[in-house]
């Protein structure tokens, strides 16, 4: 048979439970789905939120994440962001 690792199972469990302990929110689903679904396009905006037939925004809104070291992780890219200090 197959070999499957925890990560794999862990990512299929999240589409397919397979106990009701398992359930997942709808929006986690629904975030998870987007954001991989954007890594399959090489992280192209416009070719994902066409084949997902939604707003560049809602990919954007999934794929920007705020980190806790003073900037954004955007699209798996670190961007140093500057606060006007007056």
């Known amino acids: 048979g197959r070999i499957v690792d925890q990560e794999t199972l862990a990512k299929l469990r999240l589409f397919q439970p397979n106990d009701p302990n398992e ?14 679904v954007f890594q399959l396009f090489n992280q192209n905006l416009s070719k994902a939120a066409d084949s997902l037939q939604v707003s560049k925004n809602t990919i954007r809104n999934q794929t920007i994440l705020p980190s806790f070291s003073g900037h954004f992780l955007i699209q798996q890219r670190s961007v140093n962001f500057k606060i006007p200090l007056f």
Request: no cysteine; net charge neutral; proline share 7%.
């Open 23 to 36: 359930v997942a929110p709808a929006a986690e689903i629904r975030d998870a789905y987007i954001k991989h």
